[in-house]
């Protein structure tokens, strides 16, 4: 694993950079792998799959499929590359990545930059190839010149149908302009309409055997309006084929108290600042649908306490990335350990157990 003196060095460089060395360093074997048992207690059946445990790598840590194996190798029960738009494009001027070190946060304004889809979809066809069985996830984008959103994502679904296990529809970045747009009823409709045909396609295909879950990624910034009008929805599209949400992505709020002054740059803001919105969002959206479809719960995760709070909320499986930047990969070993031993201790049999005992 990267030493606590590794990490320190590597806060020395710009945001970016630093991911970047990290990054390479993973896919080179140099984190290793992680140690430990596998919890019975924490294994969940979710997305066709049975998990190891809840505990996932959200979308943006390796976000062209760079180290999709090494990433499994770390021990999250699953994990999710992209966000990957159809043709390659640079995304936003640098720097766009911005630690927020005093409140445990980062703030990014990436903009989907994204090598493209033949080039991801290519890397994970060769980690499919060699026998990689990680539950892996793509995370969706469009191109920013794109006049068509919906042919965007159903030719994400297209392209990584045969090799992901599931797929999420991003339309709440606020790094690109309209996107969260399509969180409204009627555009979220028709998008969904198109996602959900492009998947039955894929599952039609004879050399399909399990076709991927399909997500939806919405924002935290949803009001009590907006939330009941994508609930309703997307639990109008259960029984077609999705099968539930991502709540949440990154903020465009600027939560009172925050101590760095990185926190006036642009962009989403994401990891501890993001916990308590998160959490309450999540919370709203598991009210409403009452256990009818999977929701995945993001949002300011950095230790098994809150990964407990989010399943708690209504999750029945959590997301972190943000905390990885100040913990290092070891982080998603503890996280497991710690939520291994507070379901052990609430005498659960099962995770399972604790989905929504807040509500």
């Not at 039955?200 to 076709?211: F, G, Y």
């Amino acid at each position: 694993m990267l030493e606590q003196a590794g990490l320190k060095t590597l806060r020395l460089l710009d945001p970016e950079r630093a991911h970047g060395f990290a990054l390479k360093a993973l896919a080179m074997g140099l984190a290793g792998r992680a140690s430990g048992p596998d919890y019975p207690i924490l294994a969940t059946e979710a997305l066709g799959r049975t998990l190891r445990s809840p505990i996932g790598i959200a979308p943006g840590f390796d976000k062209h499929c760079e180290a999709v194996a090494q990433t499994w190798a770390l021990g999250p029960g699953f994990t999710e590359i992209g966000g990957v738009a159809p043709k390659p494009q640079p995304g936003n001027p640098k720097p766009r990545l911005f630690r927020l070190t005093a409140d445990q946060g980062v703030i990014n304004r990436f903009g989907f930059n994204s090598q493209g889809h033949a080039v991801v979809a290519e890397r994970l066809r060769q980690y499919r190839h060699r026998g990689g069985d990680g539950v892996i996830g793509v995370n969706l984008a469009i191109n920013k010149d794109t006049p068509d959103p919906a042919e965007d994502y159903a030719l994400g679904i297209a392209a990584f149908g045969h090799f992901a296990d599931f797929l999420t529809v991003n339309v709440s970045s606020p790094n690109t302009k309209g996107l969260r747009d399509l969180q409204g009823e009627e555009a979220l409709a028709n998008l969904l309409a198109r996602a959900v045909a492009a998947r039955d396609a894929i599952a039609a295909a004879p050399e399909v055997t399990r076709p991927p879950a399909l997500l939806v990624k919405v924002a935290p910034d949803l009001d009590e309006a907006g939330i009941a009008a994508v609930a309703d929805v997307v639990l109008s599209f259960k029984d077609k084929g999705l099968a539930g949400l991502v709540i949440s992505n990154t903020t465009i709020a600027r939560p009172p108290g925050l101590k760095s002054a990185e926190a006036a740059e642009a962009g989403g803001l994401s990891g501890q600042p993001l916990f308590e919105p998160s959490t309450a969002v999540l919370k709203a959206f598991a009210i409403r649908m009452q256990g009818r479809m999977l929701l995945v719960g993001a949002g300011g995760v950095s230790n098994g306490a809150q990964a407990y709070a989010k399943i708690k909320a209504g999750a029945t499986l959590v997301q972190l990335y943000s905390a990885l930047v100040y913990g290092g990969p070891s982080l998603i070993r503890q996280i497991t350990d710690e939520l291994a031993t507070l379901a052990a201790k609430d005498g659960l049999t099962s995770i399972s157990e604790a989905i929504g005992q807040d509500l």
